[in-house]
Structures are given as structure tokens and as C-alpha cells.
């Protein structure tokens, strides 16, 4: 029968969108699981091949989940704000919500082609107000609480008030900005903005100055995954280190609570590994230093305070408030040239570049509280601002990058420690070292030294010893149009939040989506975007007079506001009253499975972490993590196609001809290949872009032959296939089938369009499996021994498989199970209908429409799966190869049930043993039970 995946499909694709198959029941009798996928961010080029890898893998976890009886909630939505929305707006003219709009269809239409099992009804769009108003309520929430260090959590800033009120600064433990000391009585007299400025210094949403990726071609702030060797990812742009007011995130707080919360997940080690040391916990002392002629200290933290005896000079970042105040007339030029050079390196780029070390000599020297001794103070960009206290005491005997600077600077290295061993002259960051240079620490191993020399700092009153984290506050403010707006206000320089009524504060029309000529973000250009504190209402810019109408906050949301809390939104989309139903988020509690990208690991994961830990903390929620198991699926990597053009010149040089010339490679669309074949149709090429419409060509035996190489699928390279193209052509369960079979879920792997020729005629044979020629035709007679052991033998296989995600031996075993199904001429119904369970989550249009031949009205995919009966996997009858002296003779078909005794005794008594052994008894018979027997001789 002629197997129509294209009717097929569109049929099934209809039939779930009448029904609302996968609509998910918020009925709480029985058993959840919440399946989810990274949110998508949906570009204007739509999906290829590789974005569905991860999305199949859950839809498969998701369906095998129904199929055992659990309520599933896998809901699918749109991180739908964004910067490549923004400028393609820039660059056209059109609202980003058009295009933004656009593509989320784009990617619907796609999305439902391939037949995810999406609760559709759940969908959010980060963009849409009615998601963003409660982004903007948790804003406000956070911007009224602060971190409690004696309960370790945040509490509402109302108690914070009360403790003032009543204690002042007295027995005050909590994270903050700048140390404060002020009595309940100079609290209580400090007049309103005073106090406003005091808690600002506390608020878990704060606004304050901060170092900043500024791009002024984008005219805003990037995060520093959105920069790349100094430029900016989307569009290469410059990008400087600015100091400008920003409103951050206090997620310094969480910093110990998010490292130990790691512990109770099951995620990839590597992805662990990342948020440890993104968060970078290290213990040690905080050390002043005074300046020599200056009444200003420098403070450092470092974890190793035994070795404050072989500093010899110190290192500020260049943007420590410190370096004006201390830099001396005579090096003043040089350290604003460096500074202004540093300022052209993202931090990213600071921290990983460790063999090349810069700087420059402030003039100034600080003394060593232990040896007295003057220690010159340079700055360099491999010191950061924002970790630690910005400058480090320099131990270039101990540290590998001290060591460098104080080669290339001719400065002093004195050695402190050493090894057990004396190994050879520097032993970087010894963890058995012993200190030789101070008469009252020498012998004393690492842990001793160290707590030692901290009594002693703390004693002398000049530091003490404490935790540090490398994590720091992150940055909130984009200066961007596409985004949330901040719905803050700003009374006498003061910000206030908007009462929760006014909310979702939306954003306005403006005329440009490019920053003001006064260099105000692009919600400057707005003509209606101002607070009217007493109608409590949104009004013209031009009415702003600082007395009731004030100026609302310019800058938006960064892109990870709202996918930071979007996995809880899904448990409760529809609800107008709060962000989600306390019941409802305790029945769906943690994400069950969550795969995506491991480029997430220090971003997107750890923000949501920190904002779910942060609701939990206020009562809205009840479970300390967002994600309780997550995946990270490889890449399907694409085949790009390259051309040599022969470099000054417009000439294309064929690929075996291409090494007799300086050529450059050029990426070419692969849609230009003729057939499955590497040549280019060059009249395709020549039409494809202008500059090779007059190329001159340079061919081999008449053909252009190109260079080939896996590469990231991308629009770059032009390698991309399109799965429109694949459904089209194999269908949508072969599409799904072919990218589960390429391999391991987590590993890359390269896509090869031949090989879908093969999961394609494994459905054949599947669907034939149903058919007598072209009739329906399944048999109700009782299966075969054989048969049940092919189903059972499946059922084993794939369960474990699926619940270890190995997908790829899966696809393996059905194209296995039909082979053998086939070879039995088995068309039995208590065989073909399991079958067709098993296989569904795989491939569920194809099995929707045999379930529906079988005579089945209602979906495929609520039906149980089939359980396994380890009865027909057990052997009636053994083949025992029979060896003599290690020698294989011959096979002899023995009952499974005989003991090892009767197993020699039948063998010994074999006319072909006897032939072999010629009269002579054997030396020893060994039966290894069900496997093997030898015969000593």
C-alpha cells in the first residue's frame, strides 16, 4: 500500500488542532510532569534542521509520558523581545511588533508541521503586555524587598524600615552597596529623600553607577554575551567599557544559596562546573594597605594571606575610584592612555587574555602592614573593577600572572614559599606549601599559615577574613526600544515604582527607534511617556513639571527579564488576578525535564534561579528551583559548501586547482549544488550575487568543484536546510525519526540529507506491516512465541532507552522489530497494535492513522503503553557451540531447562563427541550454563 505522509500528516496536524489533543488538564488527581524547552527567540529566517533537535527529544519524552498515565504539561511560547527585532526596525522603518509578529507565525507554521505535542492554549509571548505586566511585578517586587543575612532570604522592605526604626544600622546584617552606620534616632530624622537614598543602597533592584559593555553604534548597554573579541556580536560593532547610572540586579545575594543549590540537581557536570566557577566562591582575608603620603588606603581580598610577605607591589583596575586620587602628575598622561585603551576590552576579554600582560606605574607606592616595605601601585586591566575589591597585593613568586607582570615591569619577585619537595624555582599556587620568610609561620603547613596570618590581620586591625564571590550584580538596563519598560518614575532624582493598578506599563510609539540628540535611550523620542502622580495615569511628555507630572524611566528591560520567570507563567497563563496560582504552582512545582542549549549555563539558568529562589523567598511559590533535570542537546552541524576566488582579483578557481594560487574561501548557498554531487551550477551562482555575474572562471575537466566542511548549520555559511523542505519530500516523522537516529542526543553531529532514504523506508515497511498488497489487513489469530518475543524484546529496549534518553538506539531497534515482524510474515492485531504505541511518540502521524485503521476512535496517544512481560524473552531452547581444547566443533540444540550436569551428559554422549574423542575419556568437561561447553582432551 502506497505510504502518503503528506495526506497523512495534514490529516493528524487538523485532527489535534480541532481537538485540542494536547490541551493539558489542570485536574490535579492525577500524577504531572512538566516537559519544556529553552524558550525559542523567533528570527525572521525561521527554523532549520538543527533547532528541532532538542524540541523532538522532549515531545518524544512528552508523549511516553501520557502514554504512562501522567498529566503532562509541555507548553511552548516566544522570548519575543529583543535586540535583531529592534534594528531590522532601525534598518526599515517597521514596528518591531510587525515583524516580531511575523516570524512567531513563521515559526507556529513550522512548528506545527513537524507535530510537537505543544499545548498550544498556554502559549506566552514576552512581548504581549499581558505577559510583561507581571515581568514588571516582579520588577517592582524585587525593587521592595532586600536580602535578610540573618534569615538568609529576602523579606519585604517594610521589615528593613522597622529595623531602622527601631535599631538603625545596630546588629544589621544584609547585602548591600556601601557599609552604613546610623543610629534609629538619625533614621527617623533624616528627611524623606535621605531615606530613599539610604534604602536604595539595600534594594534587591537597585540603581547605581556600574561599568557597562556601551556599544554607541547600537546606542546601548550589552550584556557580555552579546560582545565577542571587542565587538558587538549583532553587527560588529565597537564596544567600550563606560561608567553610566544602570539599574541592576542584587543576585550577589544568592550567590551561596545558587552554589548550593547545584547539589540537588541533575544537570550536565559541565554545565555545573560553569555556574561554580561563574559564582566563583573563594575564601581568604580582606587586607588595607596604607598609601605612602596619602591618607587613602588600598583595600584587597585575596586567598592566600600567608604570602602577604612576598608581595612587592600592588595592581588597581584601572576604573578604581583610587587611580585619579593617586596617580602623580608625572605618569598621569600615561595612565589615562591605558585607561582609555582598557576601556575598549569587555571584561570577558580582560579575564581570559592570561599570557599577555599590560599596565601602567601610578607614581604611588603602599606599604606592606607585615614587612614595612614600599610596594609600587600600577594598574592593569587583568585586575577587575567589579570582583573583589578591584586592586590585588601582587606575589609574583606565587601567582603566574604577578609573575609575569613583575618580569615585564622589572619588579621585585621574592620567593615565599615552597614545596615539600623543593620543586624546581616556582611552584604556582602550592596547596602543600610552607612560608619560610616570617620567623612565627615557618613550618607550618597551607591551612595553618593561613588561619595564622588572618588572627594576626584581624588583631592588628587592619582587615579580617571573610568569603568572596566572583558573581556580581547584573546589569538591568538596556537602552534599547524593543523591551520591557521599567516602571519606575522619578520624583526629586528619587525612583518610585508605579502602583501595581497602573500596570502593565506598555510601551509607547515613537516616531525613530534610535537614541535621542540629547543621547537619551529611544523611549526619549516618546510623546506620551510620563507619570501623572495624582490621576495615576500615563500622560504627554510635555506636561512634566517635577511637581505632579514626572518623567518615567527611559531604559527597558534587558532580553532575559522574561525569560526569567516564563516557566511559571505556562502553569497559569490566562490569570488576570496574579503572575500564577499558588495551588496551580504547587501541583506543577519544578520542571520535570528541561532541554536547550548549554550556552545558557551562566546566563539565562542562573537568572532563573535567582528569581525563582527570590519568589520562593516572598511566599508566592513553594520549590527553591526552577529545573529539576536539564539536557543539553548537541548541534546538527551543516555541510558548508566553499569557493576559491583568487585573492585581488574576481576569479574562481576550482577546488583541486585552487593550490596554485593565494585564494580566498568563500561560503556559497548549497542550493546551488547540482544533485547530491559537489559541483556548482555556475549560472545559479552568477544570478545568486552580483559580483560573480562577470567572475572569471577557472574549471576542472568543464566543472566547478568546491571545498566542503562541517560548520555550524547557520545563515552565514548558507548551509542551512530548511525542514519545510525535508517534511515535504520524507515527512515529518521521517524528519523526526532521521534527527533522533543521527546519534547521541548530546553530541554534535553532522546532517547528511542521503541518509533520511533509510528512516524513510523503514515507515514503509512499518506501514506495510497493516496492508496485504494494498487492503487493510490485520489478523485477530493468537501470535507466535516468536512473535511476542520480537514485541517484548522491543518494549524492554525502548522503555530503557527512553528514560535514558538515548533515542538514537531506539530508531535502531523498531527498524530491527519491523525486519523481523516482516521476515515472520506477522500481521497479527496483539502485535501490530502495541507496535504502533511504541513507536508513536517517535513518529505519531503515521501511528495515529494505522491506531485509526485498527479500528480506534479516539487519539493514539492516551492509550497505555504497552507493559513488558519478561516470560517471552526467556529462551526455551539453547545452541551450545562445543569446543574441543578451545576449538568450536559443532552447535548442539539443548532445552534451556537442563542443569549443567545433564548439559555434559548429553554432550559426552553426542556420536560426533565420541568420533572426536576416538575411545579416550577427557581430561575435564567445563559448561559455562546457556553459553559455551569445552571438552578438555
Known sequence: MFYDHQQIEKKWQKYWEENQTYKTSDNTDKPKF?????????????????????????????????????????????????????????????????????????????????????????????????????????????????????????????????????????????????????????????????????????????RAETTVNWCPALGTVLAN??????????????????????????????????LQGLKTLDWPQPLKDSQEYWIGKSQGAQVRFNIDGYDETVEVFTTRPDTIFGATFMVLAPENPLVEKITTLKQKAEVENYIEETSKKTERDRMSDVKNVSGAFTGSYAINPFSHEKMPIYISDYVLMGYGTGAVMAVPAHDERDHRFAKKFNLEIKKVVETEEDVQEKSFDSKDSVCVNSDFLNGLNYNEAKALIITAIEKRAIGHGTTNYRQRDAIFSRQRYWGEPVPIYYKDGMPYTLPTSALPLELPEVEKYLPTEDGDPPLGNAKTFAWDEANQKVVATDLIDDQTVFPL??????????????????????????????????????????????????????????????????????HDEPFQKLINQGMILGMSALIHRVDGTNTIVSKSLANGYKTQRIPVDISMLIGTTDEIDIEKLRIWRPEFNSAEFILEDGKLITEREVDKMSKRTY???????????????????????????????????????????????????????????????????????????????????????????????????????????????????????????????????????????????????????????????????????????????????????????????????????????????????????????
Not at 524623606?192 to 537614598?197: L, R
Request: proline share 4%.
Open 34 to 206: 512538566y516537559v519544556l524547552d529553552m524558550f525559542p527567540y523567533p528570527s525572521g529566517a525561521g527554523l532549520h534542521v538543527g533547532h528541532p533537535l532538542g524540541y523532538i527529544a522532549s515531545d518524544i519524552y512528552a508523549r511516553y509520558k501520557r502514554h504512562q498515565g501522567f498529566n503532562v504539561l509541555h507548553p511552548v511560547g516566544y522570548d519575543s523581545f529583543g535586540l535583531p527585532a529592534e534594528q531590522y526596525a532601525i534598518q526599515t522603518g517597521q514596528h518591531p511588533a510587525v515583524t516580531t509578529e511575523q516570524n512567531i507565525t513563521r515559526y507556529e507554521e513550522q512548528l506545527r508541521k513537524i507535530g510537537f505535542s505543544f499545548d498550544w492554549s498556554r502559549e506566552v509571548r514576552t512581548s504581549d503586555p499581558s505577559y510583561y505586566k507581571w515581568t514588571q511585578w516582579i520588577f517592582i517586587e524585587l525593587f521592595h524587598s532586600w536580602y535578610n543575612k540573618n534569615t538568609d532570604q529576602a523579606e519585604s522592605i517594610k521589615t528593613l524600615i522597622q529595623h531602622f526604626e527601631e535599631k538603625g544600622t545596630e546588629d544589621l546584617h544584609a547585602n548591600q552597596n556601601d557599609e552604613l552606620n546610623f543610629t534609629a534616632e538619625e533614621w527617623k530624622n533624616a528627611s524623606d529623600i535621605d531615606k530613599e537614598d539610604i534604602l536604595l543602597n539595600y534594594r534587591l533592584a537597585y
Open 719 to 937: 548551509n542551512v536546510v530548511n525542514p519545510d523542505d525535508i517534511c515535504q519530500e520524507y515527512g515529518a516523522d521521517g524528519l523526526r525519526l532521521y534527527e533522533m537516529f543521527l546519534g547521541p542526543l548530546e553530541q554534535s553531529k553532522p546532517w547528511n540529507t542521503q541518509g533520511l532514504s533509510g528512516v524513510y523506508g523503514f515507515l514503509k515497511k512499518f506501514w506495510n506491516l497493516y496492508f496485504n498488497e494494498d487492503t487493510f489487513e490485520v489478523s485477530e489469530e493468537e501470535p507466535t512465541k516468536a512473535e511476542y518475543k520480537v514485541l517484548h524484546t522491543l518494549i524492554k529496549k525502548v522503555v530503557y532507552d527512553i528514560e535514558n534518553f538515548s533515542f538514537n538506539t531506539s530508531v535502531s531497534s523498531f527498524m530491527i522489530a519491523v525486519n523481523e515482524l516482516q521476515k515472520l510474515k506477522c500481521n497479527k492485531r496483539n502485535i501490530l497494535q502495541p507496535l504502533a504505541v511504541i513507536i508513536s511518540p517517535y513518529a505519531p502521524h503515521i501511528c495515529e492513522e494505522v491506531w485509526n485503521l485498527l479500528g480506534h476512535t479516539q487519539s493514539i496517544e492516551f492509550e497505555k503503553f504497552p507493559e513488558l512481560d519478561e516470560s517471552y524473552l526467556v529462551e526455551d531452547e539453547i545452541q551450545y557451540p562445543v569446543s574441543f581444547n578451545g576449538k568450536m566443533k559443532f552447535k548442539m540444540a539443548l532445552s534451556a531447562a537442563l542443569s549443567t550436569q545433564e548439559v555434559e551428559e548429553l554432550v559426552l554422549n553426542n556420536e560426533k563427541t565420541q568420533q572426536i574423542l576416538e575411545g579416550k575419556l577427557p581430561k575435564k568437561v567445563i559448561v559455562v550454563h546457556h553459553k559455551i561447553v569445552n571438552v578438555v582432551i
Open 553 to 622: 524611566e527611559l531604559s527597558t528591560m534587558p532580553g532575559w527579564a522574561g525569560s526569567s520567570w516564563y516557566f511559571l507563567r505556562y502553569m497559569d497563563p490566562n490569570d488576570d488576578e496574579v503572575f500564577v496560582n499558588k495551588e496551580l504552582a504547587d501541583y506543577w512545582g519544578q520542571v520535570d525535564l528541561y532541554i536547550g542549549g548549554s550556552e545558557h549555563a551562566t546566563g539565562h539558568l542562573l537568572y532563573s534561579r535567582f528569581w525563582n529562589m527570590f519568589l520562593k523567598d516572598r511566599g508566592y511559590i513553594n
Open 225 to 258: 554575551d552579546e560582545v565577542k573579541d571587542g565587538k558587538s556580536e549583532r553587527g560588529g560593532f565597537p564596544v567600550y567599557q563606560k561608567k553610566m547610572m544602570q539599574w541592576s540586579m542584587r543576585i550577589s545575594a544568592y550567590s551561596e544559596r545558587l
